[in-house]
């Protein structure tokens, strides 16, 4: 903030009114308020406090205390405060409550406060006292109290800064400063370093959850350390070896068990073909056993054909008789000779597939007997399957830890590096002290030529840097001489457009009054004074500025302002 102009009317000592123009301090420097005890230099500053919040600078006066005992009775009390921020300007009127004469009639009255902020950027002005204070602190950032703190510290007030807690403390300075930014800044580290060291952290439970589903039987040789390692989240590396190498081991032990059940499945293939065989045979060998009964029948009959066949000589003349018999025991003698051989056969064969037989059903016996164990792997394999799912999880996750633990391996190694060199450098150094001490003579004579080479580099150095110093200074005079001629074209034309613009703004700030009146109306407060009579309202000269006027002339001075600042920032 930049103080521009102070009308100070019946205010404090000053029974009158009394303008201060700091514009004659020009834009840049230091000036000092002085005089004597009670000459009213902690007035300005009470005046300018109120002009911004409505109240004095210190704790010790209030507003009944602010009307000039010396005042005139119709001297109306107010502060006139016009001031620069941030490259625009605002103007205050503030008055505070007091007692005065009444307009009409005897006796007095309570004039009531008020304030009125006016833009010079063609903004309607706003009215209101405690409006106006909203509207300061919103425009500083800060209250009254902190404005007293950092900008203006009252008589007496200057040890309560000192005593202020750390926390106020820390906001005063934090304003002063606008360090705030790098307060939110690392309010933000913070919060991201939380919340990368939370998913740390979840991840780390994550890998050590799936680690816990990595289940093995206990007569396994690896149960034992995978139990141990699963445990610990910084075993991963040596629990991934091990499991790797568990799952290699199940996959061959799976798919030997894969090759045996095929094997199995297909001897037990072989066993029902066998046995259907052996089957059928077996219903040929009733036959067999049938067709031998027909045989023995047929052989008693024979018998009995040879006892009739003694008889023949006896019955020679029955020869034509008995003729179709013995052809029909020729052929039941051919046809027992022919069963006896098959029989003798199918026996031979019946006892090889008896005994086939009985083999294999030992087998299939023995297999029915590793029917539980072929069911555990078959578990076995169903529980790899899914275990196989939560690998590659852990893989997944474990790939993201090793590029971690990559990244802090490499810094190992190089500071491992490092050290190495640095043992070096020292291994060279102690043997380069050796050998100096072994020669008496060279410490005078090194001496001496390092005393000469540093007169040598210093002069050196300096020829150089006077060398390079006369070039930039060449350089440097003919730009300056340069940006100085266009600042001082650019200096003159802002001064005049400021002028321009600060006459014409003062002119239509003068003409306020009149452009209120235009909106005054009948039985309605006016907004400055809040009298509902309107005797003699003000009127709006013929010459009066417009706001757009306004506008535009501060344009060209902020753009040729920007210019000179440019200038002075290439110098």
Same mark, same amino acid.
Request: hydrophobic share 25%; charged share 40%.
């Given at each position: ?233 910084? #075993?991963?590396?040596?629990?991934? /070896?091990?499991? *790797? $190498?568990? &799952? +290699? @081991? %199940? ?5 030997? !068990? ?72 020729? #052929?039941?003698?051919?046809?027992? /000779?022919?069963? *006896? $051989?098959? &029989? +003798? @056969? %199918? ?5 090889? !597939? ?72 020292? #291994?060279?150094?102690?043997?380069? /002290? ?138």
């Amino acid at each position: 903030m930049r103080p521009k102009k102070l009308t100070l009317s019946a205010f404090g000592p000053y029974a009158g009114e009394k303008t201060i123009d700091f514009t004659r301090f020009k834009e840049g420097g230091l000036f000092l308020i002085t005089g004597d005890t009670g000459a009213g230099k902690t007035t300005i500053f009470d005046a300018i406090s109120f002009a911004l919040y409505g109240t004095p600078s210190g704790d010790i006066r209030d507003q009944g205390m602010l009307r000039s005992d010396f005042a005139q009775a119709h001297t109306k009390t107010k502060v006139d405060y016009e001031f620069e921020y941030k490259g625009k300007y605002y103007r205050i009127e503030r008055n505070p409550k007091y007692e005065r004469p009444k307009k009409i009639g005897e006796g007095t009255t309570e004039e009531k406060q008020n304030a009125v902020l006016y833009f010079f950027d063609g903004k309607d002005p706003l009215v209101g006292y405690e409006s106006v204070t909203q509207k300061v602190e919103d425009l500083f950032g800060i209250d009254r109290k902190q404005f007293s703190q950092i900008a203006m510290i009252a008589q007496g007030d200057f040890h309560k800064i000192l005593l202020d807690s750390e926390n106020q403390r820390y906001d005063i300075f934090r304003k002063i400063f606008r360090t705030g930014v790098y307060g939110q800044f690392q309010q933000r580290v913070g919060e991201e370093m939380r919340r990368q060291e939370k998913l740390i952290d979840e991840r780390k439970n994550r890998i050590l959850q799936y680690a816990q589903d990595i289940k093995i039987e206990r007569e396994h040789p690896l149960y034992e350390e995978i139990a141990v390692h699963k445990e610990d989240i910084h #075993k991963m590396d040596a629990l991934k /070896e091990q499991t *790797k $190498r568990y &799952i +290699e @081991e %199940e996959n061959k032990r799976v798919c030997l !068990l894969e090759k045996e059940a095929e094997r199995l499945k297909k001897e037990s293939g072989d066993y029902q073909e066998k046995i259907v065989e052996a089957k059928r045979k077996n219903d040929r060998l009733e036959s067999l056993k049938k067709t031998e009964n027909e045989l023995n029948q047929w052989i008693k009959e024979s018998k009995t054909i040879e006892a009739h066949r003694k008889n023949v000589p006896k019955w020679e003349d029955a020869r034509y008789r008995v003729q179709p018999i013995y052809i029909q025991w020729k #052929k039941a003698k051919e046809k027992e /000779e022919n069963l *006896k $051989r098959q &029989i +003798e @056969e %199918e026996k031979h064969t019946i006892e090889g !597939l008896t005994s086939d037989r009985l083999e294999k059903e030992h087998r299939a016996k023995e297999e029915e007997k590793k029917e539980p164990e072929r069911n555990k792997l078959g578990y076995q394999i169903e529980t790899l399957e899914k275990q196989l799912d939560t690998y590659e999880v852990l893989q997944k996750e474990e790939r993201e830890y090793q590029q971690e633990r990559k990244k802090a391996e490499e810094t190992e190694k190089e500071k491992n590096l490092l050290q190495e060199k640095r043992q070096s450098l020292e #291994k060279s150094i102690k043997e380069r /002290e050796k050998n100096i001490e072994n020669r008496q003579d060279i410490p005078l004579k090194l001496e001496q030529n390092k005393g000469k080479q540093e007169v040598l580099l210093r002069k050196k150095k300096s020829i150089k840097d006077t060398a390079s110093a006369l070039e930039k200074l060449d350089e440097y005079r003919e730009k300056s001489k340069v940006l100085h001629e266009a600042y001082q074209v650019s200096s003159r034309e802002t001064e005049s457009k400021r002028k321009r613009y600060h006459d014409t703004n003062e002119r239509f700030l003068a003409e306020q009054a009149g452009f209120l009146a235009q909106r005054l109306e009948a039985d309605q407060a006016c907004p400055v004074c809040g009298s509902t009579d309107h005797p003699n309202p003000a009127q709006l000269t013929q010459d009066a500025p417009t706001k757009e006027e306004v506008e535009k002339l501060k344009n060209y001075w902020e753009e040729e302002n920007e210019k000179k600042q440019r200038l002075i920032n290439q110098g």
